[in-house]
């Protein structure tokens, strides 16, 4: 096991590493931005450095800063979280090069996987069925040829990273060639790569995503799917699991198809299969996140397994020690995200705190929130017996939950969640859209 985990990264989700780390007896390191001097990730942590300014590509996106970082910290391991460098192929490379430890697939896999055009082709080699789309584009000329081959409306995506980032739908030739650079420039600045790929747009689908763990020695678990389907311009808002628009038979056969894909793949770590639902209960592979999700934590309260923990345990070569029998699928479990509007400081923190709630995060009473990352401040979820029960639940702790001092969208959180069409269950990717 390793002795010390440098954590890549910031914000709520080095916090939850470092207390995974804290309960595993493992010694951590923050890495810092001058944004975040006095941020709650850095106080937790056994050591700490700073290794730049506050724009992400001085710091969080540097990867020599971060490697240097390591070796002067002597650090044998590196979590690089989720969004900024951890899906980056040539990151992985580079821990391996200084007898680093990188806490997610090897770099191999990655370089294999981090492509998510050619993921699409190794899926349908895999069995999974594949939304029409296309490899990595090299100008928006070939977009627009390309386009005309699948039929609009087109989705325009980064070819690497995730979380909405350089996600633009297209209905008209004018308007792909509009947003290309725009999503260009966007995945450029999220993820150091500005890579672009098409794929044909379904739309009022569900987005369904199924969480799974694969051990190196052939061993994959897929622990439920989560519904990813509320969102606003792409990026999600509300998950919950089980999805309320999934039956049975079409749930096992979906986590059954994803346990097979990703030991074909040769996958090992925590990862994401990406799906869309249609009108017909048709399901479609959009991508697979090569990572811990954001929304992690609804899997994590629905199934009672630390993926965290096992993320830490697989990379130092522990095969995984539990079977399908041992993973609690019932029940009902909702997460709101909580999202920054303005930059600031939190005057004051209240959070709510009963049996089965949960809320992540890096706030606390003079957290300053900057405005330089992304918007995401904290994430509350709850668990039930039964969906009904957890609407409910969710209501009265949206209710309770105060954060003063700047602008958030736990308002919009709870109107949501008083809507009738989400009470009902029967929603999907418009479901934003159609409320405006």
């Not at 789309?133 to 977009?143: F, R, Y």
């Not at 325009?156 to 030739?173: E, F, H, M, N, W």
């Not at 969906?387 to 009265?396: D, F, G, H, L, Y």
């Amino acid at each position: 096991m390793f002795s010390k985990i440098l954590i890549a990264n910031r914000g709520e989700i080095a916090v939850r590493i470092i207390r995974a780390c804290k309960e595993m007896g493992i010694k951590t390191v923050a890495v810092y931005s001058q944004a975040d001097r006095d941020s709650l990730h850095r106080a937790l942590a056994d050591e700490s450095i700073c290794i730049g300014g506050s724009q992400p590509h001085e710091s969080y996106l540097d990867k020599e800063r971060i490697i240097s970082a390591a070796l002067a910290m002597k650090a044998n391991a590196i979590h690089p979280g989720y969004g900024f460098l951890s899906e980056n192929a040539s990151f992985a490379s580079l821990c391996r090069e200084n007898g680093i430890a990188f806490i997610g697939p090897d770099a191999d896999t990655m370089k294999k996987l981090e492509d998510k055009a050619e993921m699409k082709r190794l899926a349908r080699e895999a069995g999974l069925p594949v939304i029409p789309g296309t490899g990595v584009l090299s100008c928006v000329e070939e977009a627009l040829a390309k386009a005309e081959e699948l039929g609009y409306p087109v989705m325009l995506k980064a070819a690497s990273g995730g979380g909405g980032r350089g996600i633009r739908p297209a209905y008209t030739p004018h308007e792909l060639e509009e947003c290309f650079p725009v999503s260009q420039m966007e995945a450029q600045a999220a993820f150091a790569d500005g890579s672009l790929y098409l794929e044909k747009c379904i739309e009022k689908a569900r987005h369904i995503e199924v969480q799974v763990l694969c051990d190196e020695f052939g061993n994959s678990i897929a622990l439920g799917e989560r519904d990813c389907s509320i969102q606003l311009r792409h990026q999600k808002l509300i998950e919950e699991s089980p999805s309320p628009g999934l039956d049975r038979s079409v749930r096992a056969q979906l986590l059954e198809m994803s346990e097979q894909a990703v030991r074909k793949l040769g996958y090992t770590g925590a990862g994401t299969l990406e799906f869309l639902l249609d009108d017909y209960g048709h399901y479609y592979f959009m991508e697979m996140n090569l990572r811990l999700q954001v929304e992690h934590g609804v899997t994590e309260i629905l199934t009672g397994i630390d993926l965290v923990k096992w993320q830490i345990r697989i990379a130092a070569g522990v095969p995984l020690s539990f079977t399908h029998k041992d993973v609690r699928l019932s029940g009902a479990a909702i997460e709101c995200r909580i999202n920054a509007r303005s930059a600031g400081t939190v005057k004051r923190i209240h959070v709510p705190g009963g049996p089965f709630v949960r809320f992540d995060t890096y706030l606390e009473s003079g957290s300053e929130v900057p405005p330089y990352y992304d918007p995401l401040v904290g994430k509350l979820m709850v668990y039930t017996r039964t969906r009904e029960e957890a609407i409910r639940k969710m209501r009265a702790y949206l209710c309770e939950l105060i954060i003063e001092g700047i602008e958030t969208n736990i308002n919009d959180e709870l109107a949501i969640i008083n809507d009738p069409r989400f009470i009902s269950g029967d929603y999907d990717t418009a479901f934003m859209e159609e409320r405006k």
